[in-house]
């Protein structure tokens, strides 16, 4: 059974995953957050800026990405420099808990020096570093971070990885589904009509009959899909 929440429109879905992003500031210990990127976070970047600025205790908190494109900071497609312009920039974070991707590097380089920062900085469950949350976004074509249908080694050993854009042919560098699927909750954050099709297909299938990286990859504990009512309308 797919968890869904589903809310009215984005504005509610972002205040709803800002107030768990607030419970996870009030923790004693520290917390270990993947963000997504691609274009859907930016309403809830924005939201938690205007919003939640004074309220979480950002210190408290660690942020990653998911994946990231191959290019630098200050590049329109880089996931960091996404989240810098619409929320780092306006919080008081310190800088030391903000691991970033640098795309800039050599992509396998990268790929190895991040899976060595993870392990050393994430605590470990079953012996892999295990994230505390975990938020993805889902392409119109079923991919998450940087894992694309057909493209995708669900049996990876290795925590983090070099992907090919299969249209494109950009490189990025991504968590593997094993690091993954470690995390403590995952939460899809899937917004407007354009996914609807493509939540429906696997709302009705069983995931292993689906070549969807966003339909296989479930977390150890909680896995759940925040929807607004226009990407839910076929569900
Ligand atoms: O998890 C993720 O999902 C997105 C999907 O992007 P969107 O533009 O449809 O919101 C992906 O491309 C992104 O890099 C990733 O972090």
Redesign the pocket.
């Known amino acids: 059974m797919i968890n869904y929440k589903v809310f009215d429109d984005g504005q509610a879905v972002v205040e709803a995953l800002s107030q768990e992003l607030l419970e996870y500031s009030q923790s004693t210990q520290p917390v270990h957050i993947s963000l997504?990127?691609?274009?859907?976070?930016k309403l809830w970047f924005k939201y938690l800026a205007d919003h939640y600025r004074d309220k979480i205790n950002w210190n408290n908190l660690h942020f990653w990405?998911?994946?990231e494109?191959c290019v630098a900071p200050n590049d329109p497609e880089s996931?960091y420099g996404q989240a810098k312009a619409l929320l780092l920039d306006h919080i008081e974070m310190n800088p030391e808990n903000i691991h970033r991707i640098i795309g800039e590097n050599d992509p396998e380089e990268e790929a190895q020096r991040l899976a060595e920062e993870i392990c050393q900085s994430v605590p470990k469950v079953h012996g892999i570093p295990a994230f505390d949350w975990i938020v993805?976004?889902?392409?119109?074509d079923g991919?998450?971070?940087?894992l694309f249908p057909h493209h995708t080694d669900f049996n990876d050993p290795d925590l983090t990885l070099v992907a090919e854009h299969p249209q494109s042919g950009q490189l990025?560098v991504s968590k593997s589904a094993r690091l993954l699927s470690n995390a403590e909750r995952i939460t899809y954050l899937v917004l407007g009509e354009g996914?609807a099709q493509r939540l429906q297909e696997i709302a009705t299938h069983d995931s292993v009959d689906l070549p969807y990286p966003a339909a296989k990859i479930k977390a150890r504990n909680i896995t759940e899909w925040y929807l607004d009512a226009n990407a839910a309308k076929d569900l």
């Open positions: 997504s990127g691609g274009s859907t976070p990405w998911g994946d494109r996931n993805l976004g889902m392409g119109d991919h998450t971070a940087s990025r996914k």
